[in-house]
């Protein structure tokens, strides 16, 4: 348990106080609203892009056969090892080494 009030305590205490707006508060909320929205565009900018970047290349490769070729080519090199092993029957370090 705490003994003193620290930061939080006081916020939430002062939450309860009575809160009187001065005559150009309205005022004063559009404009950071204006302020915030011009920034939050020039933000989401490079976010647009790169999902917009993102999409193009996913359509790229599933509209190509891309990943077939790579899987295609990952099963030929497990079967061509596959098929040394057999055939020579685990020589293949002497093979590659030239013995």
Do not use: C, W
Not at 74 to 80: D, L, R, T
Request: glycine share 2%.
């Amino acid at each position: 348990m705490q003994e003193k009030r620290d930061s939080i305590d006081e916020a939430i205490f002062e939450a309860f106080n009575e809160f009187y707006p001065s005559s150009d508060y309205n005022d004063q909320l559009i404009k950071k609203l204006h302020k915030s929205s011009f920034n939050r565009r020039e933000s989401i900018k490079p976010l647009a892009v790169s999902l917009i970047l993102s999409g193009i290349i996913a359509m790229v490769i599933y509209t190509s056969d891309i990943q077939f070729k790579i899987a295609d080519f990952k099963y030929k090199v497990i079967n061509q090892v596959l098929t040394m092993e057999y055939n020579y029957k685990n020589d293949v370090q002497r093979i590659i080494m030239g013995e």
